[in-house]
Nanobody, 125 residues
Framework: QVQLVESGGALVQAGDSLGLSCAASGRTFSGYTMAWFRQAPGKEREFVAGISRSGKSTYYADSVKGRFTISRENAKNTVYLQMISLKPEDTAVYYC??????????????????WGPGTQVTVSS
């Protein structure tokens, strides 16, 4: 398993930008597909963005496409989520997650075995 810790959450205004980071330790970071999920109060955890092991492939939820960018630096064991044009509906706890299955680019929470504790993003209107 890989251990994950998110950082960068904050209270921002609608239209602002914010960047999140997720630092990994333990197993070889480059062996994992990485993803960001989020969970708003009273709602289920939902997929936000994912990135392949090499970083060459990325995929997004329709609700964030064009506004959020996922990236990774395998040399630094870190995955990032850059968010622009934030909306109040982006308010949630954001989690990074790791999937060790070779070649899979999943959006399902059940496919990700390792999770961070989360970081709060609040967007005020």
């Amino acid at each position: 398993q890989v251990q994950l810790v998110e950082s960068g959450g904050a209270l921002v205004q609608a239209g602002d930008s914010l960047g999140l980071s997720c630092a990994a330790s333990g197993r070889t970071f480059s062996g994992y597909t990485m993803a960001w999920f989020r969970q708003a109060p009273g709602k289920e955890r939902e997929f936000v963005a994912g990135i392949s092991r090499s970083g060459k492939s990325t995929y997004y939820a329709d609700s964030v496409k064009g506004r959020f960018t996922i990236s990774r630096e395998n040399a630094k064991n870190t995955v990032y989520l850059q968010m622009i044009s934030l909306k109040p509906e982006d308010t949630a706890v954001y989690y990074c997650a790791a999937d060790g299955s070779f070649g899979r680019l999943s959006r399902a929470t059940t496919d990700f075995a390792s999770w961070g504790p989360g970081t709060q993003v609040t967007v005020s209107s």
